[in-house]
């Protein structure tokens, strides 16, 4: 099995020993279920997480903007325009993928 050596600051490291004392793991056990979690290996872990609060993000605005739509068409499409630039501005946004 390969093996890495890392250095942490203190106060890292303290947090590790903590968190791994609290689930009852040894710390390479831990760090590497920290490590599984983050690169998106355990499914309901740090990356299942965000994608939840993204689907629901994601339902409410569309919810919102059928809502608005409705009521003020100009408004729904000022939102849209400043949504679009503040995606292209923050490189989220492809300028060929631009219309929303």
Request: charge should be neutral; charged fraction near 30%.
């Given at each position: 099995m390969?093996?890495?050596?890392i250095?942490l600051?203190?106060?890292?490291?303290g947090?590790?020993?903590?968190?791994a004392?609290?689930a009852?793991?040894?710390?390479?056990?831990?760090v590497?279920?920290?490590l599984?979690?983050?690169?998106?290996?355990?499914?309901?872990?740090?990356?299942g997480r965000f994608?939840?609060?993204?689907a629901?993000?994601?339902?409410?605005?569309?919810?919102l903007a059928a809502?608005?739509?409705t009521?003020?068409?100009?408004?729904?499409q000022k939102g849209?325009?400043?949504?679009?630039?503040?995606?292209l501005?923050r490189?989220?946004?492809?300028p060929?993928?631009?219309?929303?």
């Amino acid at each position: 099995m390969p093996r890495i050596n890392i250095r942490l600051k203190d106060a890292l490291h303290g947090r590790l020993v903590a968190g791994a004392r609290s689930a009852r793991l040894s710390l390479p056990e831990y760090v590497r279920d920290i490590l599984d979690r983050f690169e998106g290996i355990d499914a309901g872990g740090y990356h299942g997480r965000f994608d939840e609060v993204q689907a629901t993000l994601i339902q409410v605005f569309a919810i919102l903007a059928a809502s608005v739509g409705t009521r003020r068409p100009d408004i729904l499409q000022k939102g849209m325009d400043d949504a679009r630039a503040l995606l292209l501005e923050r490189g989220l946004l492809a300028p060929e993928d631009g219309a929303l």
